[in-house]
């Protein structure tokens, strides 16, 4: 029943974006009707959501899609998550918020009638365009055929709490650079003024703090669910949502100089295609099966080809129009060494060739197969040789940006921020040495430091110091990038001085980590609803009263006959330790224990960004 | 002029910073070798894991055979050229310089080289 409720309003939902589509040449409407049926095809698409969440939380099997993907002993917030643990509910998810956005735009007060009508119209084309592929690909309303009681389960691996809320935040800067994409054309359309570029800004900032989460959430779902102590295995998948995160950062700088400078509208509309594109690109590279990961559910050709013609109809429509429309003012721009101008600009460029050297690695793998039918892999080691120091430059401009003036090239203070640099790098080479020296530990830990210290003195040699929202807002760039500076301080330490130690230990065992006694108590297995637990257990730091407790084990679930790892952790502010059992050889489990300095600065420096992402949309 | 005395320092800091960056790279001991090796490595069983990441039977072989090989006193591009006729290329995390890969690799640069010529093209050097 409930199947049949989501199925039909899905269609229904469609049909409606077609009468909106044709509104505009044959049954024109007034502003106030047209509202309503886009808020009316939003909620209709909601309710198919709904309806298919429903049929999985009362485990309704009848529904093919249930039954291949959900199991009744599970617990209900997987049952809830299992919704988008799959590929049809996952694109019936990427539907709903496209929707969503649609509905929160149709609200949009400060923007010319017209002007939202027409975004409205092509966010109704692309509703159609993915609406029609799950109705004839990935309909997951189908009826099963046979009588069942009970479901195949939800791959084990995705039942956890951080994977749960991971795909919708994700998707909400995926789909969120939709809307981008469909201003920026009606940008092109009808160009009167420079109003739709704030608008733009506001969607694009918004997208922009929901993809970050999505792709923090994920990178700490492996970190501690994938148990082999990283964060980031530049994993094609991981590649996919860090190219829009890129151009999405650099379209967010660009749209910054609309404040100061005539707006350069051209490169502007040129990033918004591109993000959405490469939303749309990732989306295929990942259903197409071409990919093999956690993220390719059972993959099928023809809805990889499917993907595969609606990412060219968008990206072909979407430069099709860039090309013939291009906007008529053009400015010259007011390029000095160095101010603001300048500086967005190349920032901007070194954006743009990460993301191109990232696209092409992602995809290379595939082009030599097709052309010389071999396989090889690109992996982190070629990412970090050409990626990183490519954005080293970007982050060393970044440091003084917010304060460089836009007219001129002069800046204030000039000689604070040269001695600061001096005393900082001799102090980070000093500490370096007293740890085992690393190049490129050495290049982060100065540049992560550098960046928050010139961040600091801006703030404090630039403004008055008020704790008013104003204040906030005009010292927001600099919170940022303060934020981007502890994160690299996080990134840096945890990749280059992270420590290993292997045991060899039976239970009762006491043995050393980083100076601490460490006493592994017992081994224990418990039966969990839809999985059975193996935990070893310790106590940290035994010799004072409070020590930790720390379990770390595996869990195999018999539905699905998997075994996943789960690590124990100890979270302290300035490391992270990282217990990984592993198997039992001659009566002795193999314990490894990784040291990671600084996790958390990562973790701190992304909820920072993304709390300036969140400021930066309240102003103007 | 104040700002262009401000990046002749930043130069001549960062390239002495740099400077001081090449410092010995020889005295690693095998373990910190095979550890950098194997992180270059595919584990071959598993999905986008490398071998010194994983657990899996089929690191922990190669693993062995590395350090085997290290002891013996081989180079790196002896044991990755030996594990390539073995596995295929799909091993190794970071593609060969060969003629299939010479694009992979020189595109960014190349990138590089036409974004630094559009700055310094754009970027006008009156005074202000």
């Known amino acids: 029943m409930s199947s049949l409720v ?44 709904f309806s298919l969440m429903y049929a999985y939380v009362v485990s309704d099997f009848s529904n093919y899609n249930v039954f291949q993907n959900s199991h009744s002993n599970k ?26 956005f649609s509905f929160f735009f149709s609200f949009t007060k400060n923007i010319e009638e017209s002007f939202q009508r027409l975004t409205l119209i092509i966010q109704s084309l692309l509703h159609i365009l993915f609406g029609l592929f799950i109705v ?10 046979i009588l069942v009681n009970e479901g195949l389960g939800l791959n084990p691996i995705l039942q956890d709490p951080g994977l749960a809320v991971h795909p919708p935040i994700l998707y909400g800067g995926y789909v969120g650079y939709s809307i981008v994409f469909s201003i920026a054309i009606a940008g092109l359309f009808q160009d009167r003024d420079d109003e739709w570029l704030y608008v733009a800004k506001k969607w694009s900032l918004i997208s922009w703090t929901f993809l970050t989460g999505g792709i923090a959430l994920g990178s700490y779902w492996a970190y501690y669910e994938l148990g082999w102590g990283g964060w980031w295995f530049w994993d094609p998948v991981e590649n996919i949502s860090l190219m829009p995160w890129i151009a999405g950062l650099a ?13 350069i509208k051209k490169w502007i509309v040129f990033l918004s295609i591109l993000c959405f594109s490469l939303s749309v690109f990732g989306t295929f590279l990942v259903r197409s099966g ?58 901007n460029i070194l954006m743009i060739i990460a993301t191109l050297t990232i696209l092409l690695g992602t995809i290379y793998p595939i082009i030599i197969e097709v052309l010389y039918n071999k396989r090889i892999s690109v992996g982190g080691p070629y990412f970090n040789a050409t990626v990183i120091p490519i954005m080293i430059p970007g982050f060393l401009l970044m440091s003084i940006a917010p304060i460089l003036s836009w007219q001129t090239n002069k800046i204030q203070n000039s000689k604070k921020y040269v001695i600061g640099f001096f005393i900082l790098s001799i102090m980070v080479l000093i500490q370096s040495y007293f740890l085992d020296f690393n190049t490129w530990g050495f290049i982060g830990i100065l540049l992560g ?47 280059v001085f992270q420590n290993e130690l292997d045991f ?76 990984i059992l592993g198997d039992q050889k001659n009566d002795e489990w193999f314990v490894k224990v990784l040291i990671n300095p600084f996790v958390s600065f990562i973790w701190l420096g992304v909820i920072i960004m993304m709390y300036s992402g969140l400021i930066a949309v309240t102003r103007r | ?53 994983s657990d899996a039977e089929f690191s922990n072989d190669i693993k062995k055979i590395v350090k085997q090989k290290l002891q013996k006193g081989e180079s790196d591009r002896d044991i990755k050229k030996f594990l390539v006729e073995r596995y295929g290329e799909y091993i190794l995390f970071r593609p060969l310089v060969n003629y299939n890969n010479i694009f992979l690799w020189s595109f960014p640069f190349i990138l590089l080289i036409f974004g630094v010529f559009f700055i310094l093209i754009k970027i006008k050097r009156k005074k202000v």
Not at chain 1, 136 to 145: A, D, G, I, K, M
Not at chain 1, 459 to 470: A, C, L, N, P, R
Not at chain 2, 25 to 50: G, H
Request: proline share 2%; with cysteine.
């Open chain 1, 6 to 49: 989501g199925f039909l309003s899905l269609v229904f939902a469609i049909g409606i974006n077609f009468y909106l589509f044709l509104s505009r040449y044959i049954f024109k409407f007034q502003k106030h009707k047209f509202n309503l049926f886009v808020r009316f095809s939003s909620l209709l698409t909601l309710l198919s959501f």
């Open chain 1, 75 to 100: 617990p209900l917030i997987y049952k809830i998550s299992g919704t988008w643990g799959n590929h049809e509910g996952s694109m019936l998810l990427w539907l709903s918020i496209l929707s969503i």
């Open chain 1, 136 to 145: 004839f690909t990935s309909n997951p309303f189908l009826v099963n055929s």
């Open chain 1, 251 to 263: 379209l967010v700088h660009s749209l910054m100089m609309v404040r100061g400078e005539q707006a």
């Open chain 1, 290 to 347: 071409i990919l093999t990961s956690v993220h390719s559910f059972a993959a099928d050709a023809s809805r990889g080809i499917f993907i595969l013609l609606i990412f060219f109809i968008v990206t072909g429509f979407g430069f099709l129009v860039f090309l013939l429309k291009e906007p008529k003012k053009s400015n010259t721009l007011n390029l000095l060494f160095i101010n603001k101008v300048s500086a967005i600009v190349i920032n």
């Open chain 1, 449 to 495: 430091f550098w960046i928050i210290f010139a961040s600091i003195i801006a703030i404090f040699s630039s403004y008055k110091v008020k704790f008013t929202i104003k204040f906030f807002q005009i010292v927001n760039p600099h919170i940022a990038h303060i934020g981007v500076g502890i994160a690299i301080i996080g990134i840096t330490c945890s990749s």
């Open chain 1, 504 to 579: 060899n230990i039976n239970e009762g065992d006491k043995f050393n980590v980083n100076g601490k006694t460490v006493l592994f108590e017992k081994i224990e297995t418990t039966n969990q609803i839809n999985f059975q637990a193996l935990r070893a257990k310790f106590l940290f730091d035994i010799e004072k009263n409070q020590s930790k407790k720390i379990e770390a084990g595996k869990n195999y679930y018999p539905v699905s006959k998997m075994i996943t790892s789960e690590a124990g952790i100890l979270h302290q502010w300035n490391k992270d330790i990282y217990f």
């Open chain 2, 1 to 53: 002029m104040k700002s262009s005395h401000f990046f002749r320092n930043l130069q001549i800091i960062i390239l002495s910073c740099m400077f001081f960056c090449f410092k010995t790279f020889a005295n690693e001991n095998i373990d910190e070798r095979v550890k950098s090796l194997t992180l270059e490595l595919r584990c071959m069983t598993c999905q986008n894991q490398s071998i010194y990441d």
